[in-house]
DNA sequence: ACGCTGATTGTTCAT
DNA sequence: ATGAACAATCAGCGT
């Protein structure tokens, strides 16, 4: 194991609470689970017909955990694609913002 | 140097 | 259009 997150992920079943402050905010790149809901979605509701998106949900994630390793891998592998494509807007993010700088400092 | 938090991402479903 | 469980993330900031 890399590293232990000794931590329970901030600990806030808040919800979908954003609206950054930043000009560009340069949203990071998407998740494993965003490209692996991407392709079970359909392969779920297939074999859940009549699931109302409550048990799909729960067991999207289920099935999500329920993939091997490797499984999850090629997700993994486009949320790593995926943050880099982040990567891309985050540069031009801090890129701009030095520019403002500059442009503030005019 | 170190760790935490917050912001974000997409699905489905209903309203 | 948005919110909410489901999971990952991970970059920037503060101490």
């Known amino acids: 194991m890399p590293k232990a997150a000794a931590k329970s992920r901030s600990g806030k079943a808040e ?10 905010a340069p949203k990071r790149g998407l998740s494993a689970y ?6 079970q979605r359909d392969n779920v509701r297939e ?5 109302s998106f409550g048990q ?4 999207l994630g289920e ?3 329920a993939l091997s390793d490797k ?3 090629p997700y ?3 949320a790593a694609a995926d943050k880099k494509r982040y990567e891309d807007e985050k540069q031009a993010y801090n890129q701009a913002q030095a520019d403002a700088e500059e442009e503030e400092s005019s």
């Open 15 to 24: 919800k979908t609470r954003r609206q950054k402050k930043d000009p560009n």
């Open 34 to 39: 965003m490209f692996f809901a991407n392709e």
């Open 47 to 51: 074999e859940n017909p009549g699931v």
């Open 56 to 59: 799909v949900g729960k067991i």
């Open 63 to 65: 099935r999500w955990k």
């Open 71 to 73: 499984q999850r891998a």
């Open 76 to 78: 993994e592998a486009k």
